[in-house]
């Protein structure tokens, strides 16, 4: 008992917590850490997209994680985000994985959006750069062959010839590379239409000169006109798949035959090779490992 005024005391103010300037959760380490695990989930997630469209049958979640080295549970986890997203599907029956329908679409908007000559020209011009000579790019268009794009390089190329076109493709380069990836049906007709008229000396008369020039296109995969369409004037020409394989286009380099000789003709094939690749990847094409 406490003897005084007679007044108690008022009561002590409850303790304050300590409040601590950031949570562990909000440091910048914690938050670095937790955005990287987030970019690698979403590479894990495209790894497995990637590997079902290299892939001609559905897998299992097992077997994905093993030929990705990744855990199983991940793989599990991830593939059922996916499926939610109708990226993959599974098989009822099987359990296995497979693309799913949101794929397709997601690739079709893509190619739908393409515009070849967007697509292309960097590409033109950069060959028009480091070759110095005119590149060209044709395409079909139906039963039709069109010039889309002439690109001069720094080499001036006086030529009296007309653009590639089905009347005189059997002549170019750039109209037989085309000429080659079409089926023997559609061959037949478009030159039945079209004739095989006469440029040169050394045009291609005939159906069957044109049917084994065309066989030697396929096989070593680039065309040549050597004078066939204009004197003085050779060309080389190499195709452009698109995403299903088929010969949609074609990039050709047109040179004065005075420095068309052997040496000069097989650098600028790589050249154009390399420039076709590059333009076929952004049109969808890709060479894939069966597996």
């Avoid at 008369?205 to 204009?230: H, I, K, N, P, S």
Wanted: with cysteine; aromatic share 4%; net charge neutral.
């Amino acid at each position: 008992m406490t003897f005084g005024s007679g007044k108690s005391s008022p009561p002590a103010p409850p303790e304050r917590p300590e409040i601590r300037a950031s949570h562990a959760d909000d440091a910048p380490g914690a938050r670095e850490n937790a955005r990287d695990r987030a970019v690698k989930s979403v590479e894990h997630a495209l790894d497995i997209l990637d590997l079902l469209a290299r892939r001609k049958t559905a897998a299992g979640v097992t077997q994905l994680a093993e030929e990705l080295g990744m855990n199983v549970s991940t793989a599990h986890h991830l593939l059922r985000t996916l499926q939610s997203r109708r990226l993959v599907e599974q098989d009822p029956d099987s359990k296995l994985y497979r693309l799913g329908v949101r794929s397709v679409q997601l690739g079709q908007a893509y190619l739908a959006s393409l515009d070849i000559y967007a697509v292309t020209h960097p590409f033109l011009r950069e060959a028009a750069l480091q070759c110095g000579e005119t590149v060209t790019l044709a395409a079909l268009d139906g039963t039709s062959i069109v010039t889309l794009a002439t690109i001069p390089g720094r080499f001036t190329v006086r030529s009296l010839g007309a653009t590639t076109n089905r009347h005189n493709a059997h002549a170019t380069a750039l109209g037989k590379i085309l000429l080659a990836g079409l089926p023997p049906s559609e061959l037949h007709d478009m030159v039945a239409e079209s004739g095989l008229t006469r440029f040169t000396p050394h045009t291609i008369g005939t159906f069957r000169q044109l049917e084994a020039d065309l066989e030697q296109v396929r096989d070593r995969g680039f065309a040549l006109d050597l004078q066939e369409l204009e004197v003085g004037l050779g060309c080389a020409a190499v195709g452009i798949p698109n995403h299903r394989g088929e010969m949609v286009a074609a990039i050709g380099v047109s040179v004065p035959v005075a420095r068309f000789d052997d040496g000069r003709r097989t650098d600028l094939i790589n050249l154009l090779r390399k420039a076709a690749q590059q333009i076929a990847t952004r049109l969808g094409y890709e060479e894939r490992e069966v597996i």
